[in-house]
């Protein structure tokens, strides 16, 4: 699985020479996790993360080349949730080294889990409003929460727990970014492409188009290889099939 790995590394390009900060992994992180969100009323709640007027992201990238992604990290940039007093904005960016899976369908079934997994994580005291088209969280943090210590160590421990409990998931760097930078706009156009390549491994499983001169996304095909290489190995069992008819 390596369509998104142009993805995974712009966007170490773009962090890595922040100063982030590297925040303590815990396998026995303990907080309670909700089965179903919460609704905090403002009366409740100590402050907001995101902003739905400026750029921010939420989005995951996988690999199965485990020298891009070969340990677990959770990195922080900005303020930690026990120095936060004000509404502010906020991107998550979850990175995965996962199982090389020869078969594009059971692949694109991992690609897919892994995007519906973030919805099962609920900590208490942490109500997540996610947007999946806009591709952003909006997220409610509770004044009890506060007092009681919640931290992005504890949240990203709790992420990253879940996603280690998975089959075929191997290390995860869960990224956390508070406030306002000026790559945000880059990482807010990673993001869609994210979505490009998703769309497009789909489309490639569901329809495969022998004629690559009209089909609607060329563009994308063009610009990931892992993609045209699986469009290609399409195409040439879809013409061995009606050859095999005639």
Partial sequence: ????????????????NHDYQELKLDTAVNWKCLTNNEFLMDRDIAFELGDRDKPCTVYNAQ??????????????????????????????????????????????????????????????????????????????????AVE??????????????????????????????????????????LSKEVDEITNAYDHILKNVILDCEVCPLKPICEDVEALRELHFSRIDEKRKRLFEKK
């Fill in 1 to 16: 699985m390596n369509v998104y790995d142009h993805v995974i590394k712009k966007t170490w390009d773009l962090l890595q």
């Fill in 148 to 189: 009681q210590g919640i931290s992005f160590e504890i949240i990203g421990n709790l992420y990253l727990n879940h996603y280690k409990k998975l089959e075929g998931v191997n290390h995860v760097w869960v990224i956390f970014l508070v406030g306002d930078y000026p790559f945000m706009g880059d990482l807010v156009d």
């Fill in 63 to 144: 690999t199965s080349d485990a020298s891009m992604i070969s340990n677990d990290r959770i990195l922080l940039l900005g303020k930690n949730l026990n120095e936060i007093d004000e509404n502010t904005n906020f991107s998550r960016i979850t990175l995965f080294n996962v199982d090389e899976v020869a078969d594009a369908n059971k692949a694109y079934i991992g690609i897919k889990r892994l995007e519906y997994e973030r919805f099962k994580m609920i900590p208490e005291g942490y109500m997540i409003l996610s947007s999946s088209l806009a591709n952003k969280e909006n997220i409610r943090v509770s004044k009890k």
